[in-house]
């Protein structure tokens, strides 16, 4: 396991399998798909060097060139050791030799960062969403908008009209405060049998189409505040009347939540926009009912948006997460945007699809498998927004069907797999990470010693089989293709589950799988205890991780001290490090 972290912390990739079958039946054989969890943006090693130019691309196929590129210095020539195209060296690169390499061939530099030069910086954007009716009320129905001169229509864009609508928040800091200081709650009453008017699909599509007309292309998120179901307009899950029940997963299974698919409809029209404006959608949901983050699924995931959910948003949790968002330094969430992902491998290799915030940008082209998942059908997907943390679930599909003899085997037995990430960072700047991949084959047919050489090669497939990202895989595939039998949950609660699972690393993934249980005594700081009520002593302290959620559980005898106020009264400097953390415990 040791090994497979290793390479997580080089290159950011986990695979179930790290030594790969041979051929298409083989890999059927194997249940468990050729995959890998992929985490575009995590933080590379210190030692990794940010390189000030474009990279070398090949001009066949388009990869990048690579520490497994074959290079000929005497010609100044290199093969892509994807489509083996052979490639001259452009002039700035004439004074390369084996002793005098550029970064992006050093062998341990697998994954390496381009800063584009010839992409302009473009600042980053925030709007800010709360949805709802403003103070003044409704209007009556006997009122007429409308408007006296219109300008006509104009070509070009305008920097006047953008700032009429948005503006930096040092020019607008004082507007912005007395604003939110003269806030008052609205004054028209909503009847107790009734729930507040809400038009949360409205409020999103002026948001959207705002900044489509001010920010187009540009990082830019709309972060929505929701404190309840939208009852009024395109996008309502639900009507006035509290007599009228929130849909839940039984309806949607019986096709008897009509406004669901209305909704949701207008939501993939949404995220269809976002997309293409390479803009966010995040939405931060506040109440103890829903608020129709089912409805709202495909717009945040497929803009690679953040969601939360919570109680109250006066809970100090939620302010503190939300603090979070805007923080910057070491403890900062790496948020970027417009990014986008491409994927390139070896030919005998074809891309299923993938799982995970991203949308299609519908690139076909032979490495594309007949058979998709997720969003499938492409070579190249469109991420909106994504964090140090975002990942990526690959699918993968071995193409190749005729056997191979053992000498062919040991003169070529590697596959090559390339991810491109072109990203716009927090700074403004426009960074293209580039990850490339080898990973050994191994087949069982065609040699004279057939069944021998089938044992060898499970043991080959044995040893470089990673369970945890064989775990995270086949979660995020069960979860894509179950939507409705689920249980004990609101519609609002699974889509929020989903979501956050397709985005997560494998680390905190397992930990959404299989929770972990740390047991606290007076003879232990901490140490894993089993998922068994044999756990339970009067003497220990439990805390369960979930990731969602955090439970301590105190024994009898613990409790009676906590009750007593031990913790409170004890002077703990000179107690045992393992005391303290108990006595900390106690105050939890």
């Given at each position: 396991m040791?090994?497979f972290?290793?390479?997580e912390?080089?290159?950011a990739?986990?695979?179930?399998?790290?030594?790969?079958p041979?051929?298409?039946?083989e890999?059927?054989q194997?249940?468990?798909p050729?995959?890998?969890?992929?985490?575009p943006?995590k933080?590379?090693?210190?030692?990794t060097?940010?390189l000030?130019y474009?990279p070398?691309r090949?001009?066949?196929?388009?990869?990048i060139?690579?520490?497994?590129?074959?290079?000929d210095?005497?010609t100044?020539?290199w093969?892509?050791?994807?489509?083996l195209?052979r490639n001259?060296?452009?002039h700035h690169?004439q004074s390369?030799?084996e002793?005098?390499?550029?970064?992006?061939?050093?062998?341990q530099?697998?994954?390496?960062e381009y800063e584009?030069?010839?992409?302009r910086?473009?600042?980053?954007?925030?709007?800010?969403l709360?949805?709802?009716?403003?103070?003044?009320?409704?209007l009556?129905?006997?009122?007429?908008?409308?408007y006296?001169w219109?300008?006509?229509?104009r070509d070009?864009?305008l920097?006047?009209?953008?700032?009429?609508f948005?503006?930096?928040?040092a020019d607008?800091?004082?507007?912005?405060?007395s604003?939110l200081?003269?806030?008052?709650?609205?004054s028209?009453?909503?009847p107790g049998?009734?729930?507040?008017?809400?038009c949360?699909?409205t409020?999103?599509?002026?948001?959207?189409h705002?900044?489509?007309?001010c920010?187009?292309?540009?990082?830019?998120r709309?972060?929505?505040f929701l404190g309840?179901?939208?009852t009024?307009g395109?996008g309502c899950i639900?009507s006035?009347?509290?007599s009228?029940p929130i849909?839940?997963?039984?309806?949607?299974?019986?096709?008897s939540?009509p406004?669901?698919?209305?909704a949701?409809?207008?939501?993939?029209?949404?995220?269809?926009?976002l997309v293409?404006?390479g803009?966010v959608?995040?939405?931060?949901a506040?109440?103890l009912?829903?608020?129709?983050?089912?409805?709202?699924?495909i717009a945040v995931?497929?803009?690679?948006?953040l969601v939360?959910?919570?109680?109250?948003?006066?809970?100090?949790v939620f302010?503190d997460?939300?603090?979070?968002?805007?923080?910057?330094?070491d403890?900062?969430l790496?948020?970027?945007?417009n990014?986008?992902?491409e994927i390139?491998?070896s030919?005998?290799?074809?891309?299923q699809?993938?799982?995970?915030?991203?949308?299609s940008?519908e690139?076909?082209?032979?490495?594309?498998?007949d058979?998709?998942?997720?969003?499938?059908?492409?070579?190249?997907?469109?991420?909106?927004?994504?964090?140090?943390s975002?990942?990526?679930?690959?699918?993968f599909?071995?193409s190749?069907k005729e056997?191979?003899?053992?000498?062919?085997q040991?003169?070529?037995?590697?596959?090559y797999?390339?991810?491109l990430?072109?990203y716009?960072?927090s700074s403004?700047?426009?960074?293209?990470?580039?990850t490339?991949l080898?990973?050994?084959?191994v087949?069982?047919?065609?040699?004279?010693?057939a069944?021998?050489?089938?044992?060898?090669?499970?043991?080959?497939?044995t040893?470089?089989f990673?369970?945890?990202a064989a775990?995270?895989?086949?979660a995020?595939q069960v979860s894509?293709?179950?939507e409705?039998?689920?249980?004990?949950?609101?519609?609002?609660?699974?889509?929020?589950?989903?979501?956050?699972l397709?985005?997560e690393?494998?680390?905190n993934?397992?930990?959404?799988?299989?929770?972990?249980l740390?047991?606290?005594?007076f003879n232990?700081?901490g140490?894993p205890?089993l998922?068994?009520?044999a756990?339970?002593t009067?003497?220990?302290?439990?805390?369960?991780?979930s990731y969602?959620t955090?439970?301590?559980?105190?024994?009898?005898?613990?409790?009676?001290?906590?009750k007593?106020g031990y913790?409170?009264?004890?002077n703990?400097?000179?107690?045992?490090?393992c005391?303290?953390?108990?006595?900390m415990m106690l105050t939890?």
């Open positions: 040791t090994e972290m290793d390479l912390t080089q290159d990739v986990r695979m179930p399998w790290n030594v790969l041979g051929t298409k039946q890999a059927a194997c249940i468990i050729v995959s890998a969890i992929y985490t943006l933080p590379l090693p210190t030692t060097p940010l000030p474009s070398l090949c001009r066949n196929c388009r990869s060139l690579n520490p497994f590129s074959i290079v210095f005497s100044k020539i093969i892509c050791s994807f489509c195209h001259h060296f452009p690169y390369i030799t002793d005098n390499l550029p970064a992006e061939l050093f062998p530099y697998t994954t390496i584009l030069q010839n992409e910086n473009r600042p980053r954007l925030w709007l800010r709360r949805s709802g009716f403003g103070a003044d009320g409704f009556s129905e006997e009122g007429e908008v409308g006296e219109c300008s006509g229509a070009g864009h920097q006047d009209n953008v700032s009429r948005l503006l930096p928040a607008c800091e004082f507007a912005l405060n604003v200081d003269e806030l008052q709650k609205d028209w009453p909503v049998d009734q729930r507040a008017p809400r949360t699909g409020a999103l599509t002026v948001a959207a705002l900044l489509g007309a920010v187009p292309g540009s990082g830019a709309i972060m929505a309840g179901p939208s009024e395109p639900v006035k009347s509290l009228e849909r839940s997963h039984k309806d949607l299974d019986k096709d939540a406004l669901y698919h209305k949701v409809k207008l939501y993939e029209g949404l995220s269809k926009q293409h404006q803009h959608l995040d939405v931060f506040c109440a009912d829903q608020v129709g983050v089912a409805e709202l699924k995931e497929r803009t690679g948006g939360v959910l919570a109680e109250s948003f006066g809970h100090s302010k997460s939300l603090l979070c968002v805007f923080q910057s330094g403890n900062e790496g948020l970027s945007s990014g986008m992902f390139t491998c030919k005998d290799v074809k891309i699809g993938v799982i995970g915030p991203c949308a940008l690139k076909k082209g032979p490495l594309c498998s058979t998709s998942i997720g969003q499938g059908g492409t070579t190249a997907w469109k991420i909106c927004g994504l964090d140090k975002t990942s990526l679930c690959l699918i599909d071995i190749k056997i191979i003899d053992v000498t062919g040991a003169a070529n037995n590697q596959f797999f390339q991810f990430t072109c716009q960072n403004g700047q426009m960074r293209l990470r580039a490339t080898s990973r050994r084959w087949t069982g047919q065609g040699s004279i010693q069944s021998l050489s089938v044992n060898f090669r499970n043991l080959d497939l040893a470089g990673d369970q945890e775990a995270v895989v086949m995020r894509f293709k179950m409705t039998e689920v249980f004990n949950n609101s519609p609002d609660e699974t889509a929020y589950f989903r979501m956050v397709n985005r690393n494998v680390v993934s397992v930990v959404m799988i299989q929770p972990s740390i047991s606290y005594t232990s700081g140490e205890a998922l068994d009520v756990s339970i009067p003497d220990r302290i439990l805390l369960l991780d969602f955090v439970v301590v559980f105190h024994g009898s005898t613990i409790a009676q001290w906590r007593a913790q409170m009264s004890l703990t400097r000179h107690l045992p490090s005391y303290k953390l108990l006595f939890l």
